[in-house]
């Protein structure tokens, strides 16, 4: 599952903590959409990841 | 949340039935994607219907 996170979060020089805190989702879940441990999400943690780092879902979303 | 599955369902001339059937999601879930009752899904759901149609993930959800 192609989750393009960790791009947008270390250029917005954001630690996984952070964006954690300013979306909302766990730093278990960011850290293992980044690594690839987590391969299914849902749309809402999609959208709150997207939002917190100021960009669309079909941008950290890529299929 | 902005689903745009029904547009392109009926562009294909599938029923919700028969898109059930080529994607492997069920009736009710396509149903109420449709119709907004159904607000947060998951990526393999919209992958699943995406690739039945034919599209992306990010033409049928529009965050």
Do not use: H, W
Request: contains cysteine; charged residues 25%; neutral net charge.
């Amino acid at each position: 599952m192609p989750y393009k996170i960790r791009e947008f979060r270390q250029a917005a020089d954001l630690s996984q903590d952070d964006l954690a805190k300013l979306s909302g989702v766990s730093r278990a879940t960011i850290c293992g959409l980044e690594s690839g441990n987590i391969e299914v999400t849902t749309t809402e943690t999609l959208i709150k990841i997207a939002r917190a780092l100021g960009k669309n879902v079909s941008d950290i979303f890529l299929m």
